[in-house]
């Protein structure tokens, strides 16, 4: 499944760039990339457990730009 997520107050691009690569090596994650200037975060990953990756995101996230909120 893919889907495209809106981020909100992602302020660095240094930091998406590492919630890109984080969110890349996440089990299940086929495929990530995160645009700072669109501030839109699209992921490949299973269907099965996307609702699953998606809190391991949301949390891999949070540990690098705190502020950033992603819309689901």
Known sequence: MKKTFKLVDLDCAHCAQKMEDAIQKLDGVQSASISFLAQ???IEAEDTRFDEIMKNVVKACKRIE?????KL
């Open 66 to 70: 705190p502020d950033c909120e992603i």
């Open 40 to 42: 839109k975060l699209t």
